[in-house]
């Protein structure tokens, strides 16, 4: 009950800009991003114009509309599904009276909540000072208050208040130790490459159900809410498959319509992972009425980060809200990861969709050569082992990049 009496009142504030349709999905998304940040909508104001106005963004009817209900104390905050200009943000402020964030604002607020990792939280406050410093002409006084609402958490903003020069040395610190972390962001995923580690990403809108499927396929224990965002920090964890094929599991950061391009750039290394993978799983929540648009996004960006011809399944989740069974057609599979119904067919279909098909091989390996077995076994399928005189025996399905590995060893006994 307390938490409700906390919560900030706020009005959606959009433009339709000849597409109703768009205008109106767009408010949608704009409202699940308000209650992920805390936030009561209890509001919203649509206007229909060519181009937003320079000074106001809205017509000056309707921002005299907007100061009416912030005068009856209808809202605390206005939320605006759209980037603002500094100069459109203080006039709005001043005409209003109210408190005014963007769309990218919100976002970036919601990624300072849900970054846990050390890098997780370097990239969300590298996000938020690129977007703060060219605005802190504009926005005055807001950049003095400490996080008493959405859109004031982050960075220490006592600091960001007049010195341009503090923010852009800690631009370049928090850049230099971003590049340490990719640097062994990258050293961790040649190992995987040298010891054939093979790697399953998990891509998709936010709030389809990633963490939940990850959950479900390798008990990794990640926060699953009904929430845009709800987790942030990616987590990888082993896999075996059906035919005891053992790969990596790693998950992404969601997308969402209209991500901020600095979020994308911050976040460039880790959706790397997904570019770098074997096979993606484009998860989508088949629910929704925006579905295909949700499709569509994911595939853009991962064509944007040079992932357009690794193999790909797209995995319609949370099929049981629509009275789907779990299915297979073509290269989608229908299932419910809340339930867990069709995770057998998406793994079946998941073995299928590596580029390197399994092969039948027998090794020896001589005792002095034992450790080099271990590897084998961890990225096999084994059939059967036993020690004999001249070593270990050892009866696999393997990939052939394993095969020419060791293909010293190769052995026609039984």
């Given amino acids: 009950m307390e938490e409700q009496q906390t919560m900030e009142r706020a ?31 209890v509001g919203t104001v649509l ?59 919100l976002i970036l607020d919601i990624f300072a909540q849900r970054a846990r990792s050390r890098e997780g939280r370097l990239q969300v406050e590298l996000a938020q000072l690129k977007y703060r410093l060219p605005r802190l002409a504009g926005q005055g006084t807001s950049l003095s208050r400490l996080g008493a609402g959405i859109g004031t958490r982050g960075p220490g903003e006592t600091k960001l208040e ?27 995923r040649a190992r995987r490459e040298k010891t054939g580690v093979e790697t399953v990403a998990l891509v998709g809108y936010t709030n389809a159900g ?36 053992s790969v990596m599991l790693i998950d992404t950061v969601g997308l969402v319509r209209n991500l901020p391009h600095q979020l994308v750039e911050a976040f460039h290394s880790t959706l790397e992972e997904a570019a770098a993978a074997d096979v993606i799983l484009n998860i989508c929540d088949i ?10 996004v994911t595939e853009e960006v991962l064509r944007d980060l040079g992932a357009g011809g690794t193999p790909t399944l ?25 339930n867990g119904s069709g995770i057998t067919l998406l793994l079946e279909k998941l073995e299928e969709a590596f580029p390197e098909q399994r092969v039948h091989c027998r090794f020896c390996f001589p005792f002095e050569e034992l450790s080099q077995a271990s590897i084998l076994r961890d990225d096999s399928a084994v059939l059967e082992e036993r020690y004999t005189e ?3 025996f050892i009866e696999v ?10 293909k010293e060893f190769l052995t026609s006994d039984r």
Avoid: W
């Avoid at 106005?53 to 005299?64: Q, S």
């Avoid at 963490?211 to 987790?231: I, R, W, Y």
């Avoid at 797209?314 to 809340?338: M, R, T, W």
């Avoid at 399905?397 to 060791?406: D, I, L």
């Fill in 397 to 406: 399905f393997c990939s052939p990049r394993m095969m020419e590995r060791y």
């Fill in 210 to 245: 990633k963490s939940t499927l990850m959950n479900a396929l390798t008990e990794a224990g990640v926060l699953a809410e009904d929430k845009l965002f709800a987790t942030l920090d990616p987590t990888s964890r082993a896999l075996r498959l059906p035919s005891g094929r």
């Fill in 287 to 296: 629910s929704s009425n925006e579905y295909e648009d949700h499709l569509r």
């Fill in 162 to 188: 007049t010195d341009r020069r503090h923010i852009e040395r800690r631009i370049r610190s928090i850049r230099e130790e971003l590049k340490a972390v990719e640097k062994r962001r990258n050293m961790l």
């Fill in 314 to 338: 797209q995995v319609l989740n949370k099929c049981d809200l629509i009275f789907e069974q779990p299915h297979i057609a073509g290269d989608s599979v229908y299932i419910s990861a809340k």
């Fill in 11 to 41: 009005i959606l504030v959009g433009l339709d800009l000849g597409d109703p349709l768009e205008a109106e999905v767009s408010l949608a998304e704009l409202r699940e991003l308000a209650r992920t940040a805390g936030a009561d909508v």
């Fill in 47 to 105: 206007q229909a114009r060519p181009s937003p106005d320079a000074a106001l963004y809205l017509g000056t009817g309707k921002i005299e509309e907007l100061k009416e209900m912030v005068e009856a104390d209808t809202c605390d905050l206005l939320l605006f599904d759209g980037e603002l200009s500094p100069t459109q943000l203080r006039n709005i402020e001043r005409a209003t009276g109210a408190r005014v964030i963007d769309r990218t604002t």
């Fill in 390 to 392: 001249e070593g270990l």
